[in-house]
């Protein structure tokens, strides 16, 4: 309303030093103000970036503040703006997997963008399960976007409750309707582990069409698979 401020802070980076030389210019010519910072830590120069429009047809998954339309235990999930939070804690820890799962319906042919952020220690896991059923109990069995703080696993394709590891980071994998599977390398694991951002935001994206699986970390693809047993898991 008039007469009214609201003073909105932005979160830029934590590990840059105080600055004793701060200025916002625009660095690279696109018309938004970017920060450059010099200290005894050396000079940074922190690059505005706006997120690409949203495809036609895109559809948020989550509301923010909110876990309406997710079920899953909430004192493990929460909300937190436009973020979706899961926690364990000394006080609290998991002894299982937790899953918070989606309810909005059954999904066709699919891409799903995400950011994701691990923090602990090199046992931390996760991951996002899709094309999957919710089992007696609470656990999920089905494909899996593997995610660990030691980047052994993170941007491998798994099968939960199933065959386990589908898609090695790296590798080209095809299932045919028998089981059998053929390999092909296109990326040498560590390839993929460098990509991944130790507890910093990183981007994910899985395509599910059909048969076919691609997921890619921070731009960078880690796995595709083909399964063609897809008709009999779903």
């Known amino acids: 309303g008039a007469g009214q401020v609201s003073f909105v802070p932005h979160f830029i980076d934590d590990d840059s030093g105080i600055g004793t030389q701060v200025m916002?210019?625009?660095?690279?010519?696109?018309?938004?103000?970017?920060?450059?910072?010099?200290?005894?830590?050396?000079?940074?120069?922190?690059?505005?970036?706006?997120?690409?429009?949203?495809?036609?047809?895109?559809?948020?998954?989550n509301q923010a503040g909110s876990?309406?339309?997710w079920s899953g235990d909430t004192s493990i999930w929460r909300a937190e703006g436009d973020m979706i939070v899961g926690e364990s804690t000394p006080q609290r820890p998991l002894n299982k997997n937790a899953f918070l799962v989606w309810n909005g319906g059954k999904l066709a042919d699919f891409e799903l963008r995400?950011?994701?952020?691990?923090?602990?220690?090199?046992?931390?896991?996760?991951?996002?399960?899709?094309?999957?059923?919710?089992?007696d109990g609470g656990d999920v069995?089905?494909?899996?976007?593997?995610?660990?703080?030691?980047?052994?696993?993170v941007g491998v394709l798994w099968d939960e409750?199933?065959?386990?590891?589908?898609?090695?980071?790296?590798?080209?994998?095809?299932?045919?309707?028998?089981?059998g599977k053929t390999e092909q390398r296109?990326?040498?694991?560590?390839?993929?582990?460098?990509a991944f951002k130790k507890g910093d935001w990183n981007d994910y994206v899985i395509t599910a069409s059909g048969e076919?699986?691609?997921?890619?970390?921070?731009?960078?693809?880690?796995?595709m698979v083909t399964d063609r047993t897809f008709t009999e898991l779903k």
């Open 186 to 194: 296109f990326a040498e694991a560590e390839q993929i582990k460098s």
């Open 114 to 135: 995400l950011k994701f952020r691990l923090t602990g220690g090199d046992d931390a896991n996760g991951g996002i399960q899709f094309r999957s059923e919710v089992l």
């Open 24 to 61: 916002a210019t625009d660095v690279n010519g696109d018309s938004l103000p970017d920060v450059v910072v010099g200290n005894k830590k050396g000079t940074f120069v922190h690059v505005q970036q706006r997120p690409a429009a949203e495809p036609d047809g895109a559809r948020r998954l």
């Open 212 to 223: 076919h699986i691609i997921l890619k970390l921070n731009g960078v693809t880690t796995t």
């Open 67 to 69: 876990l309406a339309g």
């Open 161 to 179: 409750h199933g065959r386990g590891a589908l898609g090695p980071q790296g590798v080209k994998a095809v299932y045919d309707r028998a089981g």
């Open 141 to 153: 069995k089905g494909y899996q976007a593997d995610i660990d703080n030691a980047a052994n696993y």
